[in-house]
Antibody, heavy 118, light 110 residues
Framework: QVQLVQSGAEVKKPGASVKVSCKASGYTFTNSHMHWVRQAPGQGLEWMGIITPSEGRTRHAQKLQGRVTMTRDTSTSTVYMELSSLRSEDTAVYYCARDSGKWTFDIWGQGTMVTVSS | QSALTQPAAVSGSPGQSITISCTGT?????????VSWFQQHPGKAPKLMIY???NRPSGVSNRFSGSKSGNTASLTISGLQAEDEADYYCSSYTSSSTWVFGGGTKLTVL
């Protein structure tokens, strides 16, 4: 079945970087874009960005300009999201979500909790 | 890009119908028929319930329906059931080629 499996929880200090992985299976990896969405504790969903696995092209939310990097490894069907210069406000669950081809997110990973604390 | 506006909470009794609104601008909800709705139970990942304003993915109950008028989209749940109690989020594609979510609505089944 189609699924996205993410890496485990992380605890980071302010100013550090974190890299979250998302391994896809059950479909042709290069045929679907992948999004990253985060959710701070008790808060709503926030779109972070999108990567095209076939070409590696990315687009991200303006507020994350300069801090977010999305990459992919087609040999392992894995996408990565790296967030740098972490601050307490980046504490959140980070999700990868497959683009359905209909401008929406049809399959979600299980989420990765990232805690930023000194 | 500002978040779409949703009511913080709605409630209804089993068997009743409820509607959740999602208000944006002509640069997102009003400009595209790419509005989606997601259901999220506590501690779980969101689940796609409606896409392109009114389409249901395979496996989603027909008790869930969507519509749009101008800059406001709506999700209606009919025949409320206990398992419908969850948080609901709308999202829309935008004129900046990005996506934006609503702030979320907590549905309580009384």
């Amino acid at each position: 079945q189609v699924q996205l499996v993410q890496s485990g929880a992380e605890v980071k200090k302010p100013g550090a970087s974190v890299k979250v992985s998302c391994k896809a299976s059950g479909y042709t990896f290069t045929n679907s874009h992948m999004h990253w969405v985060r959710q701070a504790p008790g808060q709503g969903l926030e779109w972070m960005g999108i990567i095209t696995p076939s070409e590696g092209r990315t687009r991200h939310a303006q507020k994350l300009q300069g801090r977010v990097t999305m990459t992919r490894d087609t040999s392992t069907s894995t996408v990565y999201m790296e967030l740098s210069s972490l601050r307490s406000e980046d504490t959140a669950v980070y999700y990868c979500a497959r683009d359905s081809g209909k401008w929406t997110f049809d399959i979600w990973g299980q989420g990765t909790m990232v805690t930023v604390s000194s | 890009q500002s978040a779409l506006t949703q009511p913080a909470a709605v409630s209804g009794s089993p068997g009743q119908s409820i509607t959740i609104s999602c208000t944006g601008t002509s640069s997102d909800v009003g400009g595209y028929n790419h509005v989606s709705w997601f259901q999220q139970h506590p501690g779980k990942a969101p689940k796609l319930m409606i896409y392109d304003v009114s389409n249901r993915p395979s496996g989603v109950s027909n008790r869930f329906s969507g519509s749009k008028s101008g800059n406001t989209a709506s999700l209606t749940i009919s025949g409320l059931q206990a398992e419908d109690e969850a948080d609901y989020y709308c999202s829309s594609y935008t004129s900046s080629s990005t996506w934006v979510f609503g702030g979320g609505t907590k549905l309580t089944v009384l």
